[in-house]
Nanobody
C-alpha cells in the first residue's frame, strides 16, 4: 500500500521561506516520478514542480528560481524548498507519485498525499 504524507506547511510572511516534505511508504521515490501540485481556493489543481526517476526536474514558470524540488533516497522523502514566497503561492500543496516519466497533468498520477496548507500573508 502506497502512502504519501506531506508536512511543513504553515503561515509565513511574503518574502519568507518554507520547506515541504513528502514521506513515501510502499514505493521508492528514486524509482518514481514525484511531483508537487497546488490548489488555491476556487482554482484548479496545478503542477508546481516535479522530479523524474532520473533526477531531472521541471517547474512551473512562476516558481522558477524560487522553488527547488529535491529528494533524499535514504529517507524516501521528497522536498519542496520554497523561497521568496508571494501571496499568490497560497494554496494547499499536494505530493503525487507515478510510475514512468514525469507528467504535468493531474490524471497522470497514481498516488496522492492528503495535502498541506501554505498561507502567505502580504
Amino acid at each position: 500500500q502506497v502512502q504519501l504524507v506531506e508536512s511543513g506547511g504553515g503561515l509565513v510572511q511574503a518574502g519568507g521561506s518554507l520547506r515541504l516534505s513528502c514521506a513515501a511508504s510502499g514505493r521508492t521515490v528514486s524509482s518514481s516520478a514525484m511531483s508537487w501540485f497546488r490548489q488555491a481556493p476556487g482554482k484548479e489543481r496545478e503542477f508546481v514542480a516535479g522530479m523524474g526517476w532520473t533526477g531531472g526536474t521541471s517547474y512551473k514558470d512562476s516558481v522558477k528560481g524560487r522553488f527547488t524540488i529535491s529528494r533524499d533516497n535514504a529517507k524516501n522523502t521528497v522536498y519542496l524548498q520554497m523561497n521568496s514566497l508571494k501571496s499568490e503561492d497560497t494554496a494547499v500543496y499536494y505530493c503525487a507519485a507515478r510510475t514512468g516519466g514525469l507528467r504535468f497533468e493531474i490524471n497522470g498520477y497514481d498516488y496522492w498525499g492528503q495535502g498541506t496548507q501554505v498561507t502567505v500573508s502580504s
